[in-house]
Structures are given as C-alpha cells and as structure tokens.
C-alpha cells in the first residue's frame, strides 16, 4: 500500500531563510508525487507536480522540489521564505488518475519576522 | 469562475439530523472526489467517481452516499449524523487517465455536529 511520511509536524522559519519541508514516500511502482498548500479556511493549491523526466520540478511562488528515488523522497523547497508562505504544506503520492492519491499528514510552517 | 465550488461552506447542524452538501466544477473534468479532513487535518479520501461512476469507496460509514446527477456534479449526502462525523469535507476534480491534471480542490465545507 502507498504511504506518506512528512516527519515535520510543524517548522518555525524566520522571514527571508531557505525552506525545506520533507516528504517520505512508499510506493510499489513509479509514483506521481505532489505537494500541495493550504492556507487557513481555505482548499488545497497545487504548487508542483513530478511524473517523470527530471528530477527537480519547479512549481508556483518561487517553490522547488527535488525527486530522489534512492531516498524515496520528494522534498520541498524555497531559497526565501515570504511571510505569506505561511500555512500548511501537504505532500501527496498517487497513480496515474490520482484515483489512488494519498496525503501525508501535512507540515506546518510558520514564519517569524 | 470559481472551478471547483462547494456549498455550504460551514454546515452546522445536530447528532440524527440529515444533511448535503453539494459540488460542482466547472473545468470539464471527467472524475470528482470526496475528501475528509480530520481534526488533526489528515486527509482522506471517501469516494471518487469517473462521468457519474462510482470508481472508489473508501470504508466509510453507508450513512454518507454520493450522488452525481452529472459529470459536473458530485453532492454527497449525510443521514443520522453523529458527532465524529464533524470535520472539513473538500470536494475535489481532475481529469482521469490525464497526467497533467492535477487535483482541483474546493474550500471545503466545516461540518459541526453538535
């Protein structure tokens, strides 16, 4: 069965530090990975998509995630961190069709001035 | 031009009553979904149907039926609630088969049952 692991519950980032948010995956075949945000009240935002080629995607508001099939790993990151990156960070492993798609528990991140 | 839209946005309500909350995208998308989110913002799927065919049911309690009268609706219906059946439910669409379509979530509905 697939799984997720992202070992951050939450992380304190101080405004204008580098990110990274990890994301542990068990899959048996090739896995279609994502991260998503979620910002309070509100739904899930794609923020980057890996299916195949190469291994760092880059996704929206200046996000990057790097694939690493040795560590079966997808984690997130960000050179600089915008107070307005604060919210909840979801990372997601799924097959083609996303009708097997599953979410890790989610990161929380705060930013601090 | 909302794509995905679900209302309400906050349902609350009391243990035995019967409630729905519906959906409805407008992308073209041919495969909706249900999701849960627990108060400890774990996310899970219920159901998920593909050109109004239930595709996946989760083990989830039968008091909670989907309903897709059309590819670009999904409602989903609630009897007897009971309070652990409180929780952030998103609906959620995407194009089935089509590797460049990503999940498209809506703001999700706050069921509180009291």
């Known amino acids: 069965a697939q799984s997720v692991t992202q070992p951050d519950i939450h992380i304190t980032v101080s405004e204008g530090a580098s990110l990274e948010l990890r994301c542990n995956y068990s899959?048996?075949?090739?896995?279609?990975l994502f991260w998503y945000v979620q910002s309070p009240g509100q739904g899930l935002q794609l923020l980057l998509k890996?299916?195949?080629?190469?291994?760092l995607v880059q996704g929206i508001k200046g996000f990057e995630a790097e694939f690493k099939r040795s560590q079966s790993s997808f984690n997130l990151r960000k050179p600089s961190v915008h107070w307005s990156d604060a919210a909840e960070y979801f990372c997601?492993?799924?097959?083609?069709?996303?009708?097997?798609?599953?979410f890790g528990k989610g990161t929380m991140l705060l930013v601090s001035p | 031009d909302t794509a995905v839209s679900q209302t309400p946005k906050y349902l609350v309500t009391q243990m035995g009553n019967d409630k729905s909350i519906k959906c409805e995208q407008n992308?073209?998308?041919?495969?909706m979904y249900w999701y849960k989110q627990d108060s400890k913002k774990f996310l899970k799927i219920m159901f998920s149907?593909?050109?109004?065919?239930?595709?996946i049911n989760e083990t989830v309690p039968n008091r909670f039926s989907p309903k897709s009268p059309d590819k670009a609706h999904l409602n989903l219906h609630i009897n007897s609630l009971e309070l652990g059946d409180s929780a952030v439910y998103f609906c959620?669409?995407?194009?089935?088969?089509?590797?460049?379509?990503?999940?498209?979530f809506g703001n999700g509905t706050r069921l509180t049952v009291t």
């Open positions: 899959y048996g075949a090739t896995p279609y």
């Open positions: 992308l073209g998308h041919d495969t």
């Open positions: 959620a669409s995407s194009h089935h088969q089509r590797d460049n379509s990503p999940l498209h």
């Open positions: 890996y299916f195949s080629g190469d291994t």
């Open positions: 997601a492993v799924g097959a083609r069709g996303y009708s097997t798609l599953t």
């Open positions: 149907y593909n050109n109004k065919e239930l595709i």
